[in-house]
């Protein structure tokens, strides 16, 4: 009995210990708890010297329910403030102390923004415990680890209107980030006026129609769309309204690719001279500012009045994404490359950054660009946006160079954040929330002063297949709250499920403000597993997992249907539905999942080239899972290969007899997707010596439309080796052409 008391002792200890005692969204740095609480006046007094614009702000967000007055003196008053002076310890602009006392609320910070983030941490604080009428007694010393906490928005692809935007600004404040990435100008649409160049917006602001749907499917609304831009008072407005929120705004140019909607209006800045139109399609194209004077007096110019509208230290000049095909044909292009003894046409983009560098730079502005402004040799002043992976970010800082970490492995919002079959359509991908908490934006490979090099982290919103602001809403929340929680420096991935509480706890705010939150934590995520004997379902919720139903007849599930206990064994040819049931009543969506099986499924396999991080999810087990993939919804399950080979070794576990192997593919050449130019089939019985089989090229693969089933005749053997071959580098007339090909693989499968 003693024994079974200690048990439950350690047990219910454990789990008090991991629970955080407030809900508060970054959880602060240190919280102190203490005796007593603070019963919520009906009329709240606060002293005189509080800082204006950041109280109104504080009114207003607790005005439906929280009345005030203004006491006699600084002193008298129920929230008082101190600004601390200067110091030389290891606190920054943005520390904080809140402390709450059985009478009071008192504040204390080196800067108004440093008030600002603590009436944050104490709106968050009323708000959660508002039907109890009392707070607790505590003490808060919080300050960020990073400088850069960033939201970005692409308002290019689709628009958002000044009154959207300044919602969004909200969203940020919020949750304490403190710079916004606005996307300005892109193939699809120009969105900032320039009074010099007035056919900026005039042309470049509209398009003749949009793609809609899948990618894949190749379809377009035939709708005209715009002009739609923003003048410079409506900026002036926005950047104003953001400042009162501690906000900078970090405005972005692009050059010298992406520019078809600039081009479309002033088509002598390119190598053809045109004629151009802005994209209806989605992706990368050729044409591109064209590195003659010309184009660089206009890019002066258009910088000349962004800068005049945007106090921000850094202006963001994109840089990504370049396709060199059009400076290849060039004859000024190549005559450039050759009089400035420069390697090729990456040394090309490498002199168009500097260049505008040199140009910011006299301005006393910098520069901040995507990670392909590495190509050729990093500008001397610049700074890196690390997108398409991590090493971008570590190369900067080893060169000295500050970096702000956006991986789209964990940072890209417009990916899917729950089961794509119950999620509305998305670019791909697959980063639901405990993803986003589980990075540390400090890469491994940074020793202690490298790391100094690293700003901070930011999430990156596109909007092809986002619509309208709802759906901008969808996408952000909740995963905005983990974002802001890895950029404060609290998150604790090993204690995710707290976590996952407290964004629960403010769905309720999210509601009182109409926010179309998505809910995908609630549905049931499906994890395939090693089995005894192949595979199993592993079924997870945010809730009690005994209110999982499932069924294996592919009908719906109701109250009445099995109920989930453990990982379930997946043996044949089966469709599994799941959903979350709770007081007899459907409170999730129902997923889906049909499997394949066949004598590979589950078994052990072993990759000589991993996939690349955004397409990874389940790594190299994702190819004997039993899961053939959607071609419409690049999430979960498939694998993606940035120019590589698959190279994969399946273990059947003893001599098996096998007639066909089959795998499929992707061509989705807009994505730079291409189909494979070869496949190879080995057999071995040891693992070491391998007998060469089968052997497809180029024609077979096209003629099957990348859905290959190869017939092997008679075959025993207990390993499996297939190769199947990357397009390599992308030819020239495609979009990303000279980049390298994605290799999409979904399944290999033994018969």
């Known amino acids: 009995m003693p024994r079974l008391l200690v048990f439950f002792f350690i047990l219910f200890s454990g789990l008090f210990l991991s629970q955080k005692p407030l809900n508060v969204i970054p959880y602060p740095q240190h919280v102190k708890m203490n005796e007593g609480e603070f ?68 504040i204390k910070s080196y800067t108004k923004q440093g008030y600002f983030l603590a009436l944050q941490t104490l709106i968050q604080i009323l708000e959660d415990h508002k039907k109890q009428g009392k707070i607790p007694s505590l003490t808060i010393e919080d300050q960020p680890k990073f400088s850069w906490r960033g939201m970005h928005l692409d308002v290019c692809r689709h628009f958002f209107t000044v009154e959207e935007v300044k919602q969004y600004i909200d969203y940020l404040a919020m949750y304490k980030l403190n710079t916004f990435h606005w996307h300005l100008t892109d193939d699809q649409g120009w969105r900032i006026e320039i009074k010099k160049y007035p ?37 002036k407005e926005v950047v104003k309204y953001a400042a009162e929120r501690h906000i900078t705004i970090v405005p972005e140019i692009e050059m010298p690719g992406h520019a078809l909607a600039a081009l479309s209006a002033y088509p002598e800045l390119a190598c053809t001279g045109g004629p151009f139109e802005a994209a209806t399609k989605w992706g990368v194209f050729d044409d591109v500012f064209c590195p003659k004077e010309e184009t660089f007096t206009f890019l ?34 190549q005559e450039l490359i050759r009089k400035n003894n420069l390697k090729d046409e990456h040394g090309l983009q ?60 964990y940072c890209y919002f417009d990916h899917y954040q729950g089961d794509p079959q119950t999620e509305p359509n998305a670019f791909g991908g697959y980063t639901p929330l405990d993803k986003v908490y589980s990075y540390n934006p400090i890469p491994s490979a940074l020793n202690a002063e490298e790391a100094k090099y690293i700003l901070g982290v930011q999430a990156n919103l596109w909007t092809e297949y986002i619509l309208d602001f709802k759906q901008v809403q969808y996408m952000i929340f909740p995963r ?20 996952e509480r407290r964004v629960i706890r403010h769905f309720s705010r999210l509601d009182a403000m109409n926010i179309n939150y998505a809910k995908s934590i609630y549905n049931i995520a499906g994890k395939v597993i090693p089995g005894k004997a192949g595979i199993a379902y592993e079924l997870s919720t945010s809730q ?23 990982p379930i064994p997946v043996l044949e040819a089966s469709t599994l539905k799941s959903a979350y049931f709770e007081d007899g009543k459907l409170k999730s969506a129902v997923s889906g999942q049909q499997f394949t099986i066949s004598k590979a499924t589950g078994k052990k396999i072993t990759l000589e080239h991993q996939p690349g991080e955004n397409y990874s999810f389940g790594g190299a087990f994702t190819l004997v899972d039993g899961i053939i993939g959607n071609t419409r919804q690049l999430g979960k399950t498939w694998l993606g290969f940035p120019g590589k080979d698959v190279m994969a070794t399946i273990d059947l576990g003893t001599e098996t007899p096998f007639s066909e192997v089959y ?63 990357n397009a390599g580098i992308i030819p020239a007339g495609n979009p990303g052409a000279d980049s390298k090909a994605w290799l999409f693989v979904d399944e290999i499968g033994v018969n």
Not at 686 to 691: L, R
């Open 39 to 106: 019963i919520i006046p009906e009329k709240f007094i606060l002293s005189k010297n509080l800082p204006k614009e950041e109280t109104a702000y504080f009114e207003n967000r607790l005005g439906s329910w929280l009345k005030w007055e203004y006491g006699k003196n600084d002193k008298a008053g129920q929230l008082t403030y101190s600004m601390l002076p200067a110091s030389g310890n290891n606190r920054n602009e943005e520390y904080y102390s809140l402390e709450i006392s059985t009478t009071a609320v008192h």
């Open 199 to 235: 056919k900026l917006t005039q042309i470049g602001s509209k398009r003749k129609e949009s793609m809609i749907g899948a990618y894949v499917d190749n379809q377009f609304d035939g709708t005209p769309y715009g002009p739609f831009f923003y003048t410079h008072e409506q900026i």
């Open 663 to 725: 795998f499929n593919t992707l061509d989705n050449k807009g994505s730079w997707i291409h189909l494979a130019r070869s496949a190879r089939i080995w057999t071995s019985d040891d693992g070491k010596n391998f007998k060469l089989i089968k052997e497809i090229g180029k024609e077979e693969i096209l003629k099957a439309k990348g859905k290959i089933k190869l017939n092997l005749g008679n075959q025993s053997a207990r390993y499996v080796k297939v190769k199947i071959e």
């Open 300 to 333: 002066e110019n258009v910088l000349d009045e962004v800068i005049q509208l945007f106090p921000s230290r850094y202006i963001h000049i994109g840089g990504d994404e370049c396709p060199k095909t059009r400076w290849k044909e060039c004859a000024h292009c």
């Open 350 to 409: 490498s002199y168009f950054i500097q260049r505008i560098e040199r140009y910011i730079n006299s301005k006393g502005r910098k520069i901040i660009g995507w990670d392909e402004i590495l190509e050729g040799g990093l500008a001397p002043n610049a700074a890196v946006m690390s997108w398409t992976g991590i090493n971008g970010g570590i190369e900067a800082a080893k060169s000295k160079h500050f970096a702000v970490m956006t991986p789209g492995a």
């Open 544 to 566: 009690d997992p005994k209110g999982i139903r499932y069924t294996l007849d592919g009908s719906d599930p109701n109250v009445n249907s099995l109920v989930y206990q453990a």
């Open 480 to 499: 905005l709250m983990a974002l802001s929680e890895v950029g404060w420096g609290t998150s604790d991935p090993q204690n995710y499920k707290d976590f």
